[in-house]
């Protein structure tokens, strides 16, 4: 009987190329070995082991990244797609996952960011006695694992199932992370549940979007899509709605408008590691699937997407700018300066060229330092409660830490996009991309909405160089070894990328000159 | 069968639950509409498999997966939606309101012991 | 649709015959009411109050349904592996035996952590 139900269709075992797969299962493997380290290391080692190890593990990711150089293969049987924008996508996610890593590890100078025991009520008995013992909840560093094996996955993926799967994989530990925080733990749960209930909705509707495709091209694959896209008038019912509803899925994931609701609550809430572990690799994943489905599954049908997109966008750079100037929370400020940001990348996708696609990359590896390195400077500005993340409380900061305010005001300058910094030199490049395919109206749009971001960057500057500090203000916390290699990095990319960026620019261009693997 | 019948189902399916994502105010109820969401889609892509005919049955695999993902991410969703309860003793996420764009600071909670569904 | 047509039937008389034993029974008793006959159990046991809503569920229960959940998907994903795992040889058995070791860490978590005690 056997035989007879194998002779309709005869199963073959696959050919998997586990060295292309590498950095992707090196990053699983470290998660699964996290879950080992929680189940069998005794407490008060646990930390000490993980941190190492989730270190020294993604940096032999990077380097298992960095050796697939050139490789341009569909690997495991048409799932996954390795070539040179998925590449460096995934080395940027590699390097920014490291340095929130590094603010992970972080146990100084209060305690950890991170609860101490989760289960527990604030107030209890119990509560009290994990705080006496200095708990942490150490599975963060496999959650966090796997988050980041999630976010490698997700760019890379050439069928829609398995880009389903690593959205889940990249998302489900993402919203328990952001319920972990030690502080204000009753807004850190409520934007887990927000982020929680807001993503499992949109990650439905991108489902829905991936029955209405398969309907339609009769495969998940993006190549047979792409085929049956050719082949069709490009007016069907099943398709547009398909790609509408993948659109809207993936630009959950950014925190375009009007998607982006979730973005303020959850950057706010969350504990301050992970929203910069949030605002520099999801982002960076995110931009990375939508190229792929843009480009390679639905590229023949531009003209359809493009209008859409164009929306998208100018909509996403000019709320992300003008709601960003009424805001009074650091983190919330810098949840709309990253919706704003969102829109200006989106202008370098819209482009749908090599240049627009180099230019997209070299973008997200500065915002995405720079991002980092900013959270790891509200992570040192504390006062008795903890984080002082308003901003009035930032008041005269200058005066009291001139270093951590002056690099906190250069971050900011490269956020709003002043030469001599990354953020100017990603800007021209996706600008000069979108007005060579021929999206000037939105380059207009996007100066714009840049220079009304710019006012409230300079807001906070002026706030911190020139007012008078709060007596009983907060004080910044002499960054340990950890936080102020996280600052470093930060620093060194966004100069460097500014002053010399020819190299950066070079190597993203060679990455972006095969474009995607069909 | 014609096609239309089960894609409306599922169409009709997916709209009830999109409904009671957005009307209702207990988390737990939010939580069974985003499972009738995903059950949409599963009617559905088994429908599309069985008429396209797929030789890779590609439909139903990803329903398999979509049945596993769904079961996993309500697991999850109930963790968090527990942890929210321990502290609030509500699942009304009209209760969830400290983080909210306002000019003043956030607004004391109301101390609701409120276990009615809606 | 002449195939349905006999459930349909029996649909009916299902429904029918429910019916008419719930009226009959209205219709032609006896009407004596006393409180031993409207209680919800004639056992005999009085039954106790319930607080509003349900009261408090121990979350053991929760974890326990979550542990069943995970194992019971994992084995959904075994079922193809069991109907084509001689054409997959030893392909086939070196990966679910990955699967399964990926699965079983998890249990050893729960293990480690206290999941599986009741009390």
Redo the contacts between chains.
Sequence with gaps: MNSQLLAQSAVQAPHIEYGQLAPMLIVFGLAIAGVLVEAFVPRRARSAVHAPLTLVGLAAAFVATVLQAGTHHVAAEGAVGVDGPTLFIQGTIIALAFVSSLLIAERRPDTSAFVSDAASVPGTQEERESLVAGDVQTEVYPLTMFAVGGMLLFPAANDLLTMFVALEVLSLPLYVLCGLARRRRLLSQEAAVKYFLLGAFSSAFFLYGIAMVYGFAGSIRLSEIALAVSHSGGNETLLLLGLALLGMGLLFKLGAVPFHSWKPDVYQGAPTPITALMGSCTVVAAFGALLRVLYVGFGGMQWDWRPFMWGIAILTMVIGAIVAITQADVKRMLAYSSIAHAGFVLTGVIASSSQGLSSTLFYLVAYGFTTVGAFAIVTLVRDAAGEANHLSRWAGLGRRSPLVAGIFAFFLLAFAGIPLTSGFTGKFAVFAAAVAGGATPLVIVGVLSSAVAAFFYVRVIVVMFFSDPNPDGPTVAAPSLLTGAAVAVGVAVTLVLGVLPQPALDLAANAAAGLFVR | MHIVYP?VV?ALL?SV?VYG?LARRN?IL??MS?EL??N??NL??VA??V??G???R??Q??T??????A???V??????????F???QTVQ?DA?R????R?AE?AE?PEQVS?EIS | MNLYVPIAVLALIAFGFAMFSLVASTLAGPKRFNRAKSEAYECGIEPTPQPVGGGRFPVKYYLTAMLFIVFDIEIIFLYPWAVTFDALGIFGLVEMVLFIVAVLVAYLYVWRRGGLEWE
């Design positions: 894609a599922a997916f639950g994502v988390a939010v939580l985003v969401m995903l949409a889609v559905n892509l599309f498999d008429w396209l797929d030789a890779l590609g439909g695999v990803l398999l997966f979509v049945i596993v993902i079961a996993a991410e697991g999850l969703g109930l963790a968090i939606v527990l942890l929210v321990r502290n609030r996420i969830l400290d983080l909210a764009d000019d956030p909670r276990t």
